[in-house]
């Protein structure tokens, strides 16, 4: 408690509150969320119309459309993170409140987690749809996949939004740090993706769904404690 006797919030009260606010300024504008989700719905039809469907079966195909079309519809909105406070220096207030540098990357992080999951909700069933791919048995394993895809993209791309937001070209570096790392989360996802809608034992993919889970432990520990290196003391 501060001395006006004001509770301060701790590391994760404060990012929920950080997150709340973050979210609230994106549901006046929608702007970017909105960005993300066109993107998402041209790139999934245009891949679909350079297709053939006599060469790939749908079911082969569509995962991999997925998890390319969602990465960088993601970019969308994890560059958006940090871009908007720093125009107007809002960032600055930020970092003089009494919280930790930690609790703001988490805040930035859980807003880009919901951004980037209701990226998913709209990209997955339109490719489903233009692939005409069944989701009924494999709709909850392709949630799960997609979650756990989703902390590790938020985890490198909030930190590396951080980091390009003081750079002039900041739009252009931040996929050119990120995507390097997102590698490894794409190949895991869309591996394990095809395998459950192929209808697969678990046992054929589990070993995709362990790599997922041992990236996002290391790199939600690992970029949450670099945070706050990456910005001005």
Known sequence: MSAAGTTIPGTFGAALLIARKDLAVELR??????SAVVFALLAAAIFYFAWDPTAVPSIDLAPGVLWVIFTF???LGLNRSFAAEHADRALDGLLLAPVSREAIFLGKALSNFVFVVGVQLVA???VAILYNVPLDRAAW?????GMLAAVGLVAVGTLFSAMAVNTRLAELLLPMLSLPFFVPIVMAA???????LNGRPYTDFAGWVRLLVAFDLVFVTACTL???YTIER
């Not at 504008?29 to 909105?34: P, T």
């Not at 869309?190 to 395998?195: F, G, I, L, N, V």
């Open 190 to 196: 869309a591996q394990a993706s095809a395998r459950i």
């Open 124 to 126: 997955v069933p339109a």
């Open 226 to 228: 670099a945070y706050p």
């Open 29 to 34: 504008s929608r702007a970017a969320f909105l």
């Open 73 to 75: 519809s993601s970019l």
């Open 141 to 145: 394993g392709i949630v799960g996949i």
